[in-house]
């Protein structure tokens, strides 16, 4: 079955950059049209998607914070990384990877979350 | 951009109750809406796919409905578990999800 756990830090200070990574099982990011994105959620406020990365290691960004943004994947490892440069606090968040195919344009399959505090 | 736009923003409702939630894009978005479950503390659970195809395994109490910019997801006959926020979210130009909508107990 399809499964993604998120890692990576629980604080970073305003202005550090912010590396996470999506490990997953149960599919290839091989198979044509399947993506990996990443969505987040500040606590008690809705979902924002981020950034997305397909098989063909095309590239899709948040307009509104692509400048910020870098995602990339490491196939052998099963592995997705977002990083996200010029932290602040508003920046804090439960962050989620998700797992999109062909079929069906849209996340079926969510990580657990891994909530990120932006603070000195 | 696209942005969209759910209504309301909250709703109270009693179980049994027929509930319905607006979703509105600020451009057509075609059939390529999706709508989200949420409860607290919860990941999200993907109810409802272009527009409305009901995702495997989710209750037929639920349905969707709608094309170009104006979407509705409805829920039949309200059951505790479905006391939650629902989220829409348009797939047609990158992915845009919406505010929420919080459904609770009357």
């Known amino acids: 079955q399809i499964t993604l756990k998120e890692s990576g830090p629980t604080l970073v200070k305003p202005t550090q950059t912010l590396t996470l990574t999506c490990t997953f099982s149960?599919?290839?990011?091989?198979?044509?049209?399947?993506?990996v994105g990443w969505i987040r959620q500040p606590p008690g406020k809705a979902l924002e998607w981020l950034a997305l990365i397909y098989w063909d290691d095309d590239k899709r960004y948040s307009p509104s914070l692509k400048s910020r943004l870098t995602i990339s994947k490491d196939t052998s490892k099963n592995q997705v990384v977002l990083t996200m440069t010029n932290m602040d606090p508003v920046d804090t968040a439960t962050y989620y990877c998700a797992h999109r195919s062909l079929e069906v344009d849209a996340f079926h399959y969510w990580g657990q979350g891994t909530l990120v505090t932006v603070a000195s | 951009d696209i942005q969209m736009t759910q209504s309301p923003s909250s709703l109270s409702a009693s179980v049994g109750d027929g509930v319905t939630i607006t979703c509105r894009a600020s451009q057509n978005v075609a059939i390529y809406l999706n709508w989200y479950q949420q409860k607290p503390g919860k990941v999200p659970r993907l109810l409802i796919y272009d527009a409305s195809r009901l995702q495997s395994g989710v209750p037929s109490r639920f349905s969707g409905s709608g094309s170009g910019t104006d979407f509705t997801l409805t829920i039949s006959s309200l059951q505790p578990e479905d006391f939650a926020t629902y989220y829409c979210q348009q797939s047609y130009s990158l992915w845009t999800f919406g505010q929420g909508t919080k459904v609770e107990v009357k």
């Open positions: 149960g599919f290839s990011l091989n198979t044509r049209g399947v993506g």
